[in-house]
């Protein structure tokens, strides 16, 4: 669940509070666990097997997204971590 989901959901909860709506949760909602549908998308598109509906479309969209921000995150830390190592090495040559 992202920042984002969280803060909408939170929201939504103030809105319906002042709605006078009450809602439960369920109890898979306080640890997020796939359904055996997401589950199977998931094992279909690590074996490189092709969609075969709309859901699974959706879903491999969704994991091909995450994997894209997980490698954009990393590929930024990585200049981050070579940026802040060429200044480390060249203080000691500016003292100099």
């Known amino acids: 669940m992202t920042v ?3 803060v909408a959901g939170m929201l939504q909860g103030a809105a319906d509070a002042a709605q006078g709506t009450n809602h439960h949760t369920r109890a ?3 640890e997020h666990q796939p359904d055996g549908r997401e589950a199977a998308a998931r094992e279909r598109w690590h074996a490189g097997q092709p969609a075969r ?5 959706d879903a491999y969209a969704s994991i091909e997204n995450e994997v894209r921000a997980g490698m954009n995150r ?3 830390q ?3 971590a070579a940026q ?3 200044a480390m090495t060249a203080e ?5």
Not at 53 to 57: D, P
Not at 92 to 96: I, L, Q, S, Y
Request: proline fraction near 4%; avoid cysteine; glycine fraction near 8%.
């Open 4 to 6: 984002t989901d969280r």
């Open 28 to 30: 898979w909602s306080t």
């Open 53 to 57: 509906n709309q859901y699974e479309r």
């Open 74 to 76: 990393l590929e930024r």
């Open 78 to 80: 990585g200049k981050q």
């Open 84 to 86: 802040m190592e060429a």
């Open 92 to 96: 000691p040559e500016a003292g100099a």
